[in-house]
């Protein structure tokens, strides 16, 4: 809607010079008239040469003139122009700075890379890295901060999204950090094209407490379930919610008989 309007002050413009234009040749004629130019150049004009040199210089005249306006008027929309490439280089600037702050807010970290270099990492990506600075980062290889066992499945994602924009599902790998230690993380990738090159967001969520946790329920399941010894659990309403073999042995009840039944089974 924009470029339509300003295509239709153009031809309102050019229309406007044509008619400035045309106004002042016909006000050069009528004041020629009556200053008797005309009687002037009857007499200059009975000689072939100096006619010549006459209609010469009238016709560098009317195009003296029409360049004059025509470059006025561009020399305005230059500065118009300028103004509003300005303005909108301004706003794109405000936007991006608005989208950096939002993103150097998210508690995950986010990463971009294309060709497998990273491009952009946000403030929560270089804790994650443990690094103090963009430099240590941009421009490396993704490949550097991934876990060699990952190497091959992270290689085949890479290209799957660069070469066919195809889609993975999150992945669970381990990212070596710049001090050498490791971390355990959750990944999201998604391609995005930018001016028709491939690029890859990503985004990196620290799953170390997860992990912990879950090995420790593992451990605390694995005892219960080896355990020689009654163990079971009871809702608030003393309903029986787990029931190990431990119990089974010492009540005579089995899992399926136990759960869901009121405590103080005989």
Do not use: C
């Not at 989208?99 to 952009?120: C, M, N, Q």
């Amino acid at each position: 809607m924009r470029e339509e309007n300003k295509k239709n002050n153009k031809e309102t413009a050019d229309l406007k010079d044509l008619i400035i234009i045309f106004s002042i040749i016909i006000a050069i004629l009528v004041a020629s008239s009556m200053f008797d130019l005309f009687g002037m150049i009857r007499i200059l004009a009975i000689e072939q040469e100096a006619f010549r040199i006459i209609e010469t210089l009238f016709v560098i005249a009317v195009f003296s003139l029409a360049y004059a306006v025509f470059s006025r008027r561009r020399s305005k929309e230059s500065k118009f122009d300028i103004k509003d490439l300005e303005a909108a280089i301004e706003e794109l600037q405000d936007n991006v700075n608005r989208l950096k702050i939002t993103v150097d807010l998210s508690p995950d970290a986010i990463v971009v890379h294309r060709e497998g270099k990273i491009i952009f990492i946000n403030k929560a990506g270089l804790n994650l890295l443990r690094a103090e600075s963009e430099e240590q980062v941009i421009g490396k290889l993704v490949k550097d901060f991934t876990h060699y066992s990952y190497w091959e499945a992270v290689s085949q994602r890479l290209e799957g999204m660069s070469k066919y924009m195809k889609q993975f599902p999150p992945i669970d790998l381990t990212v070596k950090r710049l001090d050498s230690t490791y971390l355990e993380v959750s990944v999201s990738s998604t391609p995005v094209l930018y001016h028709s090159i491939p690029h890859i967001i990503t985004i990196i969520r620290d799953i170390s407490e997860r992990k912990r946790n879950e090995e420790i329920k593992s451990r605390l399941a694995s005892i219960v379930l080896t355990s020689n010894d009654a163990i079971y659990a009871v809702n608030l309403d003393g309903i029986i919610t787990s029931w190990n073999p431990g119990a089974e042995k010492l009540y005579g009840y089995t899992e399926r008989e136990a759960i869901g039944s009121k405590k103080g089974l005989k």
